[in-house]
């Protein structure tokens, strides 16, 4: 199993072992806001936490962690400029697969402008990215963020997560991969079973978005499980647990 889209920075070191006990092999590890950003220099402080300090944790439990990097859009902080310009060199590390969570949390005009820019930046390098889609005004700000993805990458190159029963109808046609986030406030894993039914497994991946808000380093496979209680096929639930996310990221 590839769970993918954790915040490890936020995680207990035991969080880890958990994960690697429950047959979560690897996971994807992503730049978020986990305190305030006030500086360009607080940001790289989380950047290289990710880089360094996660990986090593993750690793010494079994859990195999890849990176993810970027502005956050709760994470924009004055001199945004000074991380644009780092992250070109950030991004060539081998065990770093994509650019991310970015995307809209409000859809103000600097979200939209540091938003549009990681995606010129992602389709220049021809890299990655995960889109992050917001609790509030969900419906209206992916609209937003889809229409922002078009204007400046190949949405290939995209995975938009957070996807949910609120949105499913206007982003089952999205060209690139969708995440199903497992959290407790956002989706149980019987939901997670539901939308998969109803939309099939090609276009999804799962994870949990474990982070400091209320989460459970055992989404991924409590929903494996509940899967497989559904009675579906052992490809489908592999489909979807595994290969999509392991050949969007080519890990």
Do not use: W
Request: glycine share 4%.
């Amino acid at each position: 199993m590839i769970d993918a889209h954790i915040h490890a920075d936020t995680r207990p070191y035991e969080d880890f072992e958990v994960m690697a006990v429950a047959g979560v092999e690897s996971a994807i590890t992503c730049a978020h806001d986990p305190l305030k950003m006030s500086t360009s220099a607080v940001l790289m402080d989380h950047i290289d936490r990710i880089m360094n300090n996660d990986v090593k944790r993750a690793a010494d439990n079994g859990l195999k962690l890849f990176i993810a990097l970027g502005i956050h859009p709760r994470s924009i902080t004055p001199d945004f400029e000074v991380i644009l310009d780092k992250l070109p060199s950030l991004l060539k590390r081998e065990d770093v697969v994509a650019i991310g969570e970015i995307g809209l949390e409000t859809a103000s005009s600097s979200e939209r402008e540091v938003f549009s820019r990681q995606l010129q930046l992602a389709q220049a390098l021809e890299m990655k990215v995960i889109v992050h889609t917001p609790r509030r005004n969900k419906r209206e700000v992916t609209k937003i963020t889809s229409a922002i993805i078009h204007e400046n990458i190949n949405p290939s190159l995209v995975l938009v997560d957070h996807v949910d029963n609120s949105i499913i109808d206007f982003m089952i046609d999205f060209e690139g991969m969708l995440g199903i986030t497992v959290q407790p406030q956002k989706m149980s894993p019987k939901g997670a079973v539901n939308l998969l039914d109803e939309y099939g497994f090609e276009k999804f991946v799962l994870d949990s978005d474990m982070s400091s808000s209320p989460s459970n380093p055992l989404s991924v496979p409590k929903t494996v499980h509940q899967m497989k209680l559904a009675g579906f096929e052992e490809v489908e639930i592999e489909t979807v647990s595994r290969e999509n996310a392991s050949n969007f990221y080519g890990i």
